[in-house]
């Protein structure tokens, strides 16, 4: 084995083992084994019940970096308290920027669309790093909590080239840019841009943009027009789900999440712990997400092979309880599994047979090549040389005073200051110096400070902001303070609702 590729291998909790060791087995028998060493990390539930809030041991931690890839089978996430989801922290820890999910009409697997004769090969690339999964939270007050919202100009160029990279690859015509930048003007706003920017180099690939809500509608009504869908991480994730949904669940859809050095395959679905140890488990998902990591180590041959095995084996009616015709006697997983192993050299005939070349027309055989090891903490940067300066300042208070005795107390503050009070806002709607009276408020409220009349731009830093926030400090709880400024004269921040 000194010749193999090494891959680390979680088999997960629940039903991971089986549907792992079922996959492991396929691939055993389609002669992956001959050019791939898989080397077992103890991750998931195990390492929670031992205290580690990471949910990986250190060990694990050092063989998956050493490896550069992880293939994982379903995990547990500890409810309520406690360590966070394996899968995010694993995603976040090796930068795993690009979840990519492809979803495909299959035979046997029968849903409202197939029933329509509606063929779906679309696939889903989610950003992975930022938005809410930062997990950034903070209690404010006593009735406001806060999740911060993170999107980079670099987080989103990574995960928009992979798109596009993907895109041309596959020979796609089209990508769409999923967002709610008719809401989220700055944050949305910039993966919109960063889109278009990034999609000035692919000036071969059509691009288009939607927004979330109207995304979701179309896909229920009409999936079949799109091919890629780009989206931020929250979005994403829901949607991806929500074309799973279209395809028959979470056991058909395969992930991939890849990084410029450590990339992580595996189902998505849950644990299934009411079925775990019974042998009843399909496996697709995961032989499914096995397959693109096949592929990403150029294994393109193999992959091809169980692929149009697997396509067979479902052609012919074989099926786990889950899904296929109910009046046939479901298969366990091994059976399952079995039925894929005597279809190797088998193609389908009712749908598209994978062909995958392994030679490059211009470079030869593929080879997969491991990226060198990072020596330190890559600090990324998009944006230089750009002109920054202080306009004011938001000052967010914990003080169940209403609007109007509140604008007092902070004209008060800022008399002998360059700022004057401009707004106040509560839960991001105007509520001074105009407003409504049916605008109900809580304990948190937003004050914001901007240059009075007369005073320059750029004339001073931030160190009298900081004052001014020292002064309010002296009677009012300061939850969180935010710096105004103008970047190349653009306003750095937003504006609240009625405003």
Known sequence: MSDSLRIALAAGDGIGPEIMEATLALFKAAGVM?????????????????????????????TVEDCGILFKGPMETPKGSGGKSINVTARKLWNAYANYRVFKTLPGVETVYSKAGINIDMAIVRENIEDTYGGVEHRLSNDMIQCKRLISAPGCDEVHRFAFQTARKLGLDKIHCGHKANIMKMTDGLFLDRFRAIGRDFQEIKQEDVIVDALCMNLVMRPQQYEMVVLPNLQGDIVSDLVAGLVGGLGFAPSANIGNNISIFEAVHGTAPDIAGRGIANPTSLILSGLMLLRHVCLVKEAAAIENALLATLESGVRTGDFGDKSRAAVGTREFVGAIEKNLGNKPTTVACAHEAHVDEKTGPLKFVRPHKPVSQRVMRTFKNVVTQVVGCDIYLDTPLSPIALAEEMNRSCVDTPFRLTLISNRGTQVWPTGSVYTECVDYYRVRFELKDGVSPGSFGQSRCVALMDKIAEAFTVCSYELLRTFDGVKGYSLAQGQ
């Open 34 to 62: 001959e050019k791939l060493e898989f080397v077992p990390v103890e991750m998931g539930g195990s390492e929670f019940l031992r205290g580690n809030t990471r949910g990986m041991s250190d060990s694990a931690i050092r």
